[in-house]
DNA sequence: CATTCGTCATTGAATGTTCAAGCAGTCGTA
DNA sequence: TACGACTGCTTGAACATTCAATGACGAATG
């Protein structure tokens, strides 16, 4: 029996794939340089330090905080033993969980995410918001919460829009 | 003097942006995951192939294949290495330039491709593809060749649609 | 309560990426 | 030709990520 001719991709859909990839290195590297440059972390860590402010009490369960992030529990572990090291968050035993494990927000990661905050969100803005029109952008949103819900394995209930 | 107030992301903005992060961030997870344990190589890695078996004669300078992957001279360099030392990819001199290396895709290199292609291009196509409208494929196209168009350091001349 | 299974989080090794430094060859210019 | 500046590519070390294995605890079951 012979296996079934791939489905490829169509032209359109070629070129779409091709922009997609290139774009979205160029925008990850660009993030991240800017904020390794002037905040002395990638954007993945800059990410963590956002969700934790923006939780109750600058706190989080490990397990939540990767859910959140999209990352693995593994690379989190990574993350926040880096964090630490900088004193930007600390570790605390969860109390109803005695497995569990919080990441909190110190003061001073607090000061340097608000140190941070301005420059990143300049560099999102000239990267992606002052080149599309606003129509564009909501496409651009829409289009990314189809595509995160499809991916995301708790059925989406986890994403950003949906707190 | 008071320095100026960064001007935020408005709401909109701001949900755009997380849903583009969490998607960006799920998909390349996604596409990885699947080229990892389907073909035993990284996107990055699978994208390189491609790239040079498109080229004449499948080979490429080193910088060329840099600039058209959106990657470093650097990360290329170890890239090929490996790839090199699995037998996918060969380097020879450039007959013009005595700097120069060509990176050149050999027979394993192309058998490996080919072999991979299916399974790749479906999970490009389940993840993405067949979530959205024919039209949001045109919009997104067209904003992420925007976004591509205005960090690309030549002025976007080496951007895959501009072959 | 004892067993078993699942969850929370971490670890170390292997792998990939970045950054700055370095070597060799080319180009422009006097 | 001689010089200095620039380009092409590589290297090693520091850093980040993945993967599989592990220990500790919780929850369900008998």
Redesign the pocket.
Known sequence: MATTEPRWLDDGQQKTWRAYMAASQLL??HI??QL??DAG?????YSLLVWLSESPERRM??????ERSK????????????LEHNGWVR?ED?P????????VLTEEGFAALAAAAPGHVEAVRCALFDRLSAEQVCQLGEIMRTVAEGLAPHGGADLPWRR
């Open positions: 990850s590297d991240d340089r390794q440059r972390m990638p954007h993945t860590y369960r490990m397990t939540d905080l990767a990352i693995t529990r593994s690379r989190l572990s990574h993350a926040v033993g880096r570790r969860c109803t969980d005695r497995r569990g494990q919080m990441a």
